[in-house]
């Protein structure tokens, strides 16, 4: 016997507040004051920068490459160590077709990504008609670890 499943009452997605998306920042002219935000995804401190610390922050829309100059580092520091999701207002540059932020302001906003747990987790065991077979793994995935073409992982 199967009990049919009412869909869930629809609740907006938490977003950041006044962020420009990664793939409209080919709109604004280079020089434009901007502000982004996303997860960070990666930060590099390479020795031959000079304490210039490079953050990319990823959105729905792709990435964003954020220049944090060693001065603006100590002002927040804190955020861009620790910040799981930032948002960055700085200005825009672009040399040889690649667009950075060149960071003014970094404020840490990954108390956002905590609200996500508000939301209902759905499951797709959870589906209606779903079935013990529609949840096992494709058979080109097999449980050794081997996938066809690729070699070991």
Known sequence: MSVPLSAPP??????????????AL?????GARVTVAGLVILRQRPGTAK?????TLEDETGVVNVVVWRALYERFRRAVIAGRMLRVTGRLQREAGVTHVIAEGIEDIS???DSLLAFDICRAADQPGSTTEERRAPARWPAHGVFRGRGKR
């Open 111 to 113: 108390e956002m990504l």
């Open 10 to 23: 629809r609740r907006r997605w938490p977003r950041p507040p006044a962020a420009t998306p990664a793939e």
């Open 26 to 30: 080919t709109l604004p002219p280079a």
């Open 51 to 55: 304490g210039v610390i490079f953050i």
